[in-house]
Structure formats: structure tokens, C-alpha cells
């Protein structure tokens, strides 16, 4: 029977079937057909302005078992980070199900169906908070008409408890199982006569088991002295018993392994392979030769050898048996490139002007009529992903159909990649997201599933599993990029900054996709460079030239550490110049609480959001230092060999300031005592997992600081594994991590996944010299500090 595009369908259907789209079963499903032109909207901004847009359609997204069991679809990607319970929360509690009959699905890699789902840029929460409130709460409304029409009464008597339908004059009940079917021919109203519900109607939005001294500390806008509901991690059994959620244990029937040898330098091409020896290799089926991309390289493999075994241990030493040849020079001064040399270039290049990306004022007069100038450059090195999982896949590919299993953060990528590059249509094409072992942008690129996908057809359609080894992982994957900053500052008589000028040098992560540009691209200019909010008379800040020599890529918070790391770096270096307190000179760069229009200062990417709506708010900026450094009883005295050091930053269109409480021992090992880290990212809605993310921040970026380092030589990364590319240790965790919320539910949301990363490194660089008076300008601090003695 045809219906209008605005009917609600309560349709009759199994859980797999549902998840193929089709209409048959034995399980209730609510069910929409919106137009999906309409739920994309017409505006750029935000959800609007990604790739498929958003989806509010109960029937994606929401199914009902005969047993009143709801199963809510995720379709964004977990990697730690918790959506896979946030989401599903968001929809249970506008629903208004119980959270012990609530499950998750995982969607599958199809965005026309499920809208956006891209998971990075800290954006799942703010992007469809909205979206998966409405589907719940077109759900939550058929179902009060279906029970208005059983009982003969008039809707507004029916009112929506916990995992029932009420008739509040009579007190009758009806579960959500048993009204499904009665819902089915019901029309849905227009989306504008939803009734969404009040927040004081939340039974698990911005719930928490509430404030402790270590977590929160005194005066968090959580502590309201009513008991608290929570909804605990929906897959928090499942990971910490070791029950199959990854990539690494699905059984495919029949299923053969991989690893290859790909070039040791960018760009190089095999130009012989003696496979004799790895053949003889018991296990070993076969080996075959992958063509590789010429930068830029986008998504596409790498290229190299591949052996394919009956098991990865097989695989692996099949490979050490291989005998290559490569042809450097295809490679060409990728070939040569060495990390230690470029760098110098890179110094050496941030003493002349580069492109002016932002300017008001006259620097030059500014600098050259200044009573004292300052200059300071900073350096932060190549890192590497290094998730806990590798890179992983499974393909199982025939002449027109393929179908995946793999740990990605875009799976609409990953399938469209495999279409593009193996010919097949990609409706043909079905792709399985698993939960990822760790993400951080990593696996936002898909090549390795791609991998997979063309040793599959090798094997005449057999399925088989790619696996990246731990040293695969450091040597081929997308590089976060090394960077020069050179920062300077002319003061008055008074000390006060009368002119600041920035250079910031690094290749563009938009080197993998065109011809390299040589220089950053606007949006990555956003990330905490052109948005810079002081108030300084005469400011200038410039790009320079820097090609890439590998392959670059987003890594968790982007080009905002190393602006970060210089800026909040330089400021301490300014204060401590004037025999000023830190804070109190940071609060004076801020100037003035205002709102600073994105567009006006070059920041046009502004994170993909609305620059009316998202700002740049300095009052949010003053609120976090001024929260952190209370919490932290900033300023107080220390013991001999210990100091505080502060930063703030903003990004994902959030507002972090971390205090790190630090002490270096007369041998030279770091040790952080505490961490106080504020945090305002507005509406608040899983506050666990805000503060798990603070944490795991504080930790990361105690890494970058310390330790995380990646070289080149001759084309080639020098770190094999985790004895080479140093990752924190225990001894290296703060002892103590504080994490202090901002209450501020009026404010636009914000991200949470990256925002509180960039202030770390400058925050333990700031107190190690707090500490030691050493002044750390490049990271990793490694053994700079050996034989310091405390200060």
C-alpha cells in the first residue's frame, strides 16, 4: 500500500532483516519514511554540511521486540570513546526505555541510509544529539496514539513512564511490546509538533555517579545532593571479559591470512622479488605483487609483495623469506629523506617571512619600536597512531560482489574505496564496522581494507584477513606531521605585548590528496593558529614552506598540538621574561570577556559549524584557566625540584585549561604528581565518558611530551616497535587525575574527544622549567633533562 513520505510504519521484522532494510519477521520495528531531502536540510553548517547529512528516522535507527526489548542502532564508530552507549542512551531516555531492556547494533557502512558516519573530528555527540532525540521522540509519540486509540481516550491522557504507556486518569498500562503492533498504520505527525522532552525529565542524560574529590573536586555543577541515575557502559562487560568484539576474532569460513612487505620509502616500486624461500614456508599459498599509488596516494594501498597463508605465523615468516629489490629511485627525494636535515630546513626557512594568513596591525613597527622582543622556536617531530589494535581487515571478494569486516572510522570510505578501486558497484559492495582498538584518526583511512579486499580476488574470492604487524603500523602509516613554529613578541616599557608575530611550518595533511601544496590548508591554519585569541595591537601570523616526504594524515587533535605546544610555550617563556605569574599574564593576553566572529580573524573552517552560533568565546577561555588554577591552588609553594605548569586551548569548539603538578628528580625522570584539567564543551550528556576522555588526554599527552617520536633516514622510519617509539608507561601517568566540568548547559555543544589533548604538552613543559629552569622548545623532552638538578 502506498503511503505519504510522513507516515510512521510499525513494521513486522526480524532484527536482520531489518538491518537489510526489508520488511519481514518476527520482531516490531518502528518504522519512518521521511524524505530523506528533508532530513538533510539545505544549510553547510554542522550535521547539514557533512557527506549524507544526518537521518532522524525511527526506523534506522530504533527497533521494538514483541517482548517490549529495544534495540537502538549505532551507526557511528567506537574506538573508546563510549558513543556506542552515549547514543543509545540519548534515544533510550527520550523514548523513556528502561536501560536494562536497551541493546546495541552495530550499523554497517551505509551513510544513504544512516546519514554521516564519519567518526572524527570530535563532532558524533553534537552532530546527533538532536537527530536521535527526535527519532526516540517520534517513537515515544506513536506509541501514546496507539494507546490512546485502544483505550478510546484522548492522547494528552497518555503519557510515556519507564518502558510503558500510562493512562493517567485510570492508572492503566501498556508495555512498549504490546502497542507496537497497534501502532503500525498510524500516521507520524510533522516533525515541528514533536514534544521533546524537558531536561528535568532525564533519566540518563548528564547523569553521573556524581562528584568525588578525584574526579571532579569540590564545587563541580554535578554535585546537586539528589541520587543519581546512570546508564553504565553498554559494552563494558563484553570488553573487560574478552568477549569477540574486534576485527582480529571474527570467524569467516575458509578464511586465509596476509601481511605484505610495502616500500621502504614513499613512492618506491618493487623491481624484483625472489619468492623461492617464502614458498617453502609451511602454511604459505601464495604471493602476489601489488601495484602501489604515486603520491598523492589518498586512500590507496601502498603496494608491495604480499604472502598469503593458511595462518598469520606462517604469513609472517613467509614474508622475512622474501628477497626484494626496491626501486628507490621511483621514490624520488622521498628517497633521501631524513628527518634530522629537514628539520634544520625547516629552522632555517622560519626566519623569513612566509604567508601572511592573518594580520592586524603593523608587526614590524611593533617589533622594531619595542622596549624588549622575545623570539622562540619550537619543534614537535613526526608520531604515529600506534593503536593498541593494528591495522586490521577481512574481504571476501567475487567478480561482482564484496563484502568486509574492519575496524574503520568512515566505513562509508571504506566502502566506497573498495568499489572505486576493485570496479565493483557499490551497492555490491557490504561493509561490517567492528569496534576498533583505538582509532585516533588512524583508521579514518581505509587503505588497509582495501589491502585486503584485493588479495581476497587474488585468491579467486576466498576470504582473506590483512593483518598490519606492530612495525608495519610505525613504518606505513599516515603521519602526523613534524613542525617548526617560531614565535615572536615585542613589549612596551610596561611589559605588555605590543606585537606578536607566528610562522608556523609543516607539510599539509592535503599533500595525500592533490598535488602537494607545500603549505597548510585553511582548515588546518583553524586549528588553534588563525583563531588565536589575544588582544595584542599588532598581530601577524604566517605559513611556511614545507613539503611532504611521507605520508601525512589527522591524528587526535591535528595541527592544534603543535599551535598549542608553541603558543601556550611562549606565552610561560613572555610571563617568566617579566617576572610575571603565568596566569595572571595569560589573563591579560585574553583581554576583555567577548566573542570573537570566526570569520573575521581567517578561522573559516571553524570546525564545520555555524560561525554565528559557534564563536570564539573568550569568556569560556577565562572561565576554564580560572576554574583549573583555583582547583589546582595555582601559585602555591613548591618543594624543592617540583613546579606547576599551566596552558589553555581551544578546539572542536570546546575550552580546555590543564594544570600539571611536575617533579623532575635529580636524575632526570619526570614525574607528575597531578593533574587538574577544566573543561567546558557546553550541554553535558555523558559526563562519565567526558571525564574517561579527560583522563585518557592527560595521559597521551603526557606521551607526546615525554617520549612519542618518529625518525627518518634515508626514506626509511627508524622505530620498529614499542622498545623504539616510547609510549607512557604507568610510572609515567599522573598520580592523581582531576577533572573539573564546567557547568554551562546554555552554551552550543561542543567536542570531547580531542579538545582536551593540546594543552598537555605545554602544560609539562611549562612545569619542567617551573621545576628545573630548563625551558623545553622540543618535544619529546627524552633525555634532555638527564644530570638536571631540581631548581
Known amino acids: 500500500m502506498n503511503r505519504p513520505a510522513d507516515t510512521l510504519l510499525l513494521a513486522n521484522v526480524s532484527r536482520r532483516r531489518f538491518l537489510q532494510g526489508l520488511a519481514a519477521g518476527s520482531a516490531f520495528v518502528l518504522a519512518a519514511r521521511w524524505d530523506l531531502a528533508m532530513a538533510q536540510g539545505e544549510k553547510t553548517y554542522g550535521a547539514e554540511g557533512m557527506p549524507f547529512g544526518w537521518v532522524d528516522n525511527p526506523n534506522v535507527f530504533i527497533q521494538i521486540d514483541e517482548d517490549g526489548g529495544v534495540t537502538v542502532t549505532n551507526h557511528r564508530a567506537e574506538m573508546g570513546q563510549g558513543i556506542r552507549t552515549s547514543l543509545v542512551m540519548v534515544a533510550a531516555d527520550e523514548l523513556g526505555a528502561d536501560w536494562s531492556r536497551v541493546k546495541v547494533t552495530q550499523a554497517p557502512g551505509d551513510s544513504e541510509r544512516y546519514g554521516n558516519q564519519d567518526t572524527d573530528g570530535s563532532r558524533s555527540m553534537r552532530h546527533w544529539f538532536d537527530p536521535m532525540r527526535r527519532a526516540a521522540a517520534s517513537a515515544r509519540l506513536m506509541l501514546e496514539q496507539a494507546a490512546a486509540q485502544h483505550w478510546k481516550v484522548p492522547l494528552q491522557e497518555c503519557r510515556t513512564g519507564v518502558h510503558v504507556v500510562t493512562h493517567e486518569p485510570s492508572g492503566r498500562e501498556l508495555g512498549f511490546g504490546e502497542l507496537a503492533a497497534a501502532a503500525r498504520e498510524l500516521e507520524i505527525p510533522p516533525r515541528a509538533s514533536l514534544s521533546l522532552k524537558a531536561e528535568s525529565e532525564w533519566r540518563y542524560i548528564g547523569k553521573s555517579l556524581g562528584p568525588t574529590q578525584d574526579n571532579v573536586g569540590e564545587g563541580s555543577g554535578d554535585a546537586t545532593g539528589q541520587p543519581l541515575t546512570r546508564a553504565p557502559a553498554i559494552d ?201 582498538g583505538g582509532g585516533f584518526g588512524r583508521k579514518a583511512k581505509p587503505d588497509f581494507v582495501v589491502e585486503a579486499a584485493h588479495l581476497s580476488r587474488a585468491l579467486d574470492g576466498r576470504p582473506v584477513q590483512l593483518q598490519w604487524t606492530r612495525e608495519d603500523d610505525l613504518h606505513h602509516t599516515y603521519f602526523h606531521a613534524l613542525s617548526v613554529d617560531r614565535l615572536d613578541a615585542g613589549l612596551d616599557a610596561d611589559g605588555k605585548v605590543q606585537g606578536w608575530r607566528h610562522r608556523t611550518l609543516a607539510p599539509s595533511i592535503m599533500s595525500i590528496f592533490q598535488d602537494d601544496p607545500k603549505y597548510k590548508a585553511t582548515y588546518e591554519l583553524g586549528m588553534g593558529l588563525t583563531p588565536l585569541p589575544f588582544d595584542i595591537p599588532a598581530l601577524q601570523l604566517e605559513n611556511g614552506k614545507a613539503e611532504a616526504h611521507t605520508r601525512i594524515g589527522w591524528f587526535r587533535s591535528v595541527v592544534n598540538l603543535p599551535h598549542a605546544f608553541a603558543i601556550q610555550s611562549f606565552v610561560a617563556e613572555l610571563a617568566d621574561a617579566q617576572g610575571r605569574d603565568h596566569r595572571d599574564y595569560l589573563l591579560e593576553l585574553l583581554g576583555p570577556a567577548r566573542q570573537i566572529d570566526p570569520l573575521a580573524v581567517g578561522a573559516t573552517w571553524n570546525y564545520g559549524e555555524d560561525p554565528e552560533l559557534y564563536t570564539i568565546d573568550v569568556g569560556r577561555l577565562h572561565g576554564v584557566l580560572e576554574r583549573v588554577t583555583d582547583e589546582a591552588d595555582w601559585g602555591k609553594e613548591m618543594p624543592k625540584g617540583r613546579g606547576q605548569g599551566l596552558a589553555i586551548h581551544h578546539s572542536f569548539c570546546s575550552y580546555t585549561a590543564v594544570v600539571l603538578d611536575v617533579e623532575v628528580t635529580d636524575e632526570g625522570s619526570v614525574v607528575v604528581h597531578r593533574a587538574d584539567v577544566a573543561f567546558d564543551c557546553g550541554p553535558r550528556v555523558n559526563p562519565e565518558r567526558i571525564r574517561a576522555q579527560m583522563e585518557g588526554s592527560m595521559v597521551m599527552g603526557i606521551g607526546i611530551g615525554l617520549h612519542n617520536a618518529i625518525t627518518f633516514s634515508d626514506g626509511r622510519v627508524q622505530q620498529d616497535n614499542f622498545h623504539q617509539y616510547l609510549l607512557p608507561r604507568q610510572a609515567n601517568a599522573p598520580r592523581r587525575v582531576r577533572v573539573h566540568l564546567v557547568d554551562n548547559p546554555s552554551a552550543p555543544m561542543g567536542g570531547v574527544g580531542e579538545p582536551g589533548l593540546p594543552p598537555v604538552a605545554p602544560a609539562l613543559a611549562n612545569a619542567i622549567f617551573a621545576a628545573t629552569g630548563k625551558r623545553i622548545r622540543e618535544l619529546p623532552v627524552g633525555n634532555q633533562l638527564k644530570g638536571q638538578q631540581g631548581a
Open 236 to 436: 563494558g562487560e563484553a570488553i573487560v571479559t574478552g568477549q569477540p568484539l574486534y576485527c582480529g576474532d571474527i570467524g569467516v569460513d575458509n578464511k586465509a591470512y596476509a601481511v605484505i612487505a610495502r616500500p621502504e620509502a614513499l613512492g618506491a616500486r618493487v623491481a624484483s622479488v625472489d619468492d623461492s624461500a617464502a614458498l617453502q614456508i609451511p602454511g604459505v599459498i601464495k604471493i602476489v605483487r601489488l601495484d602501489g599509488a604515486s603520491p598523492p596516494t589518498a586512500f590507496r594501498p601502498l603496494g608491495g609483495v604480499a604472502v598469503i597463508a593458511d595462518n598469520t605465523w606462517a604469513a609472517i615468516e613467509g614474508r622475512k623469506a622474501l628477497k626484494i629489490e626496491w626501486d628507490m629511485a621511483s621514490a624520488g627525494a622521498n628517497a633521501s629523506y631524513d628527518t634530522a636535515a629537514y628539520r634544520q630546513t625547516l629552522m632555517e626557512r622560519s626566519t623569513s617571512p612566509g604567508k601572511v594568513v592573518r594580520s592586524s596591525g603593523d608587526i614590524e613597527q611593533a617589533l622594531g619600536d619595542a622596549d624588549s622582543t622575545l623570539t622562540a622556536t619550537y619543534f614537535m617531530p613526526h608520531l604515529a597512531h600506534a593503536t593498541m589494535e593494528p591495522p586490521v581487515a577481512i574481504a571476501r571478494v567475487g567478480s561482482d560482489k564484496a563484502e568486509a569486516w574492519a575496524p574503520v572510522q568512515d566505513p562509508q570510505s571504506a566502502r566506497d574505496q573498495i568499489a572505486e578501486q576493485l570496479g565493483i558497484d557499490g551497492a555490491d559492495v557490504t561493509l561490517h564496522a567492528t569496534v576498533l
